[in-house]
């Protein structure tokens, strides 16, 4: 079982937007602000979208955004494209157990 | 450019021990804390190790800890996890991954393509 929760699938047509939740507790995104976002396409290594809750490193679209609010991090994909069908994984500083938790990933299906 | 390439995976037995090791390139390899990050197959992420950037701290999930080492070397821009007691769940892609920061953990700024160890007699 993931330390972060995500919904195992969401889905959406071209041109719409969707939201990946990660709820986490007090120990990691309750408390700090270094959630992170990885992109995985089939076969091909994660790929970083979004960090520190907020920001896009460079060359990654700006139709991907993200949120926090409390222990819940969001990923919002805005005007979907088929090149964004993938699994989603939110990650995250802890100062339990663990220094990193990752949540179980979520599939994106662009329909 | 930077560039992560993992090497020594392979088919092992229960029990057995392995080295993997990193090669980085293109960046300042000792400015930096370095990860190892595991995918077993069909899995999600596993976050494995960590090694800051002089070596003065480390850390390892408790899946693993008491069995797995991670070590590093500067001077050959080299990461390294020793992995002994291998078990079948063990079994997954392992990847070397760049912190942005030197010490602890902010993000994941650049991944290798992996390495597979499988765990089976």
């Known amino acids: 079982q993931s330390a972060l929760t995500q919904p195992a699938s969401v889905s959406g047509s071209p041109g719409q937007s969707i939201t990946i939740s990660c709820t986490g507790t007090?120990?990691?995104?309750?408390?700090?602000?270094?959630v992170s976002w990885y992109q995985q396409h089939p076969g091909k290594a994660p790929k970083l979208i979004v960090y520190?809750?907020?920001n896009r490193p460079s060359g990654v679209s700006n139709r991907f955004s993200g949120s926090k609010s409390g222990g819940t991090a969001s990923l919002t994909i805005s005007g979907l494209q088929a090149e964004d069908e993938a699994d989603y994984y939110c990650?995250?500083?802890?100062?339990?157990?663990?220094?990193?938790?990752f949540g179980g990933g979520t599939k994106l299906t662009v329909l | 450019e930077v560039q992560l390439v993992e090497s020594g995976g392979g088919l092992v037995q229960p029990g057995r021990s392995l080295r993997l090791s990193c090669a980085a390139s293109?960046?300042?390899?000792?400015?930096?804390?370095m990860h190892w990050v595991r995918q077993g197959p069909g899995k999600g992420l596993e976050w494995v190790s960590y090694?800051?950037?002089?070596?003065?701290?480390?850390g390892y999930a408790d899946s693993v800890k008491g069995r797995f080492t991670i070590s590093r070397d500067n001077a050959k821009n080299s990461l390294y996890l020793q992995m002994t007691s291998l078990r079948a769940e063990d079994t997954a892609l392992y990847y070397c991954?760049?912190?942005?920061?030197?010490?602890?953990?902010?993000?994941?700024?650049?991944w290798g393509q992996g390495i597979l160890v499988t765990v089976s007699s």
């Open positions: 520190d809750v907020i």
């Open positions: 990650s995250s500083y802890s100062s339990g157990s663990t220094l990193v938790v």
């Open positions: 007090n120990s990691d995104i309750g408390r700090y602000n270094y």
């Open positions: 293109g960046f300042t390899f000792d400015d930096y804390a």
């Open positions: 991954a760049k912190d942005r920061s030197s010490a602890s953990y902010d993000y994941f700024d650049y």
């Open positions: 090694v800051s950037w002089n070596s003065g701290s480390t």
